[in-house]
């Protein structure tokens, strides 16, 4: 089972920040989490990931709160074409274990 | 990021016949790699992890003799759906582990889809 909870679905307005939230409560101390979004009939896309220290690269930021039972992936300024299905993904015994995701919905 | 290639993107079988779908790392070496499967409006399903060299380890409920994975190089595994019927019929979704000293990250490829008639 995946170890992650997400909210169904969020709304967010183009060119705004979207925030979506990630309660992993039972992570272990040396698993990682893992985003990626999915767009419908594709294969889903690698964002980010990390451990502990917040991350950030060209797609996104990944906030780990200090006692890392959740987490916060922003993407800064929100797309049409950032609309998708976003998977909040703690790696178990190194493996993936897709949860339902949180739909986004980028709105003009 | 690095690219992970399927194909067939698009499979019509006819039922009782076997299929093959390939998984490709083209810009990485990947010992590891993982086949899933999808069905409409559904999260994907881990169905096994495959090791190159050996033989894959699958998830519980799937059918190792029907879903038979090989990955005989370090490049390339392929998915063999043997049989198959229309219940097969869904979208199958392949990654591959990038190592990075302690920064590995799993890459996805473009996903198969499978119709059995």
């Known amino acids: 089972d995946a170890k992650t909870t997400q909210p169904p679905s969020m709304d967010c307005a183009e060119g705004r920040a979207a925030n979506l939230p990630c309660n992993h409560s039972?992570?272990?101390?040396?698993?990682?989490v893992y985003w990626y979004r999915q767009i419908h009939s594709q294969g889903p896309q690698y964002i980010i990931h990390g451990l502990k220290n917040n991350e950030t690269n060209e797609m996104a930021s990944l906030i780990i709160t200090e006692d890392r039972k959740s987490s916060t992936l922003i993407l800064p300024h929100a797309t049409l074409r950032d609309t998708a299905v976003y998977y909040c993904?703690?790696?178990?015994?190194?493996?993936?274990?897709f949860g339902q995701g949180t739909e986004l919905s980028v709105k003009p | 990021g690095a690219v992970v290639s399927q194909h067939p993107s698009r499979v019509i079988c006819k039922s009782g016949t076997s299929v093959k779908i390939e998984c490709r790392s083209l810009?990485?070496?990947?010992?590891?790699m993982f086949w899933y499967r999808q069905f409409p409006k559904k999260s994907l399903m881990l169905m096994a992890t495959?090791?190159?060299?050996?033989?894959?380890?699958?998830e519980q409920g799937v059918e190792k003799d029907k879903f038979l994975i090989n990955h005989a190089s370090l490049t390339l595994s392929t998915l063999t759906v043997t049989s198959a019927h229309p219940e097969d019929s869904s979208f199958y979704i392949c990654?591959?582990?990038?190592?990075?000293?302690?920064?590995?990250?799993?890459?996805f490829g473009e996903g198969s889809w499978l119709t059995v008639v």
């Open positions: 039972t992570i272990s101390g040396n698993e990682y």
């Open positions: 990654s591959a582990l990038l190592r990075d000293r302690e920064r590995n990250t799993i890459y």
């Open positions: 993904i703690v790696r178990v015994g190194g493996k993936l274990i």
């Open positions: 810009d990485f070496q990947a010992t590891t």
């Open positions: 495959s090791n190159e060299g050996s033989k894959a380890t699958y």
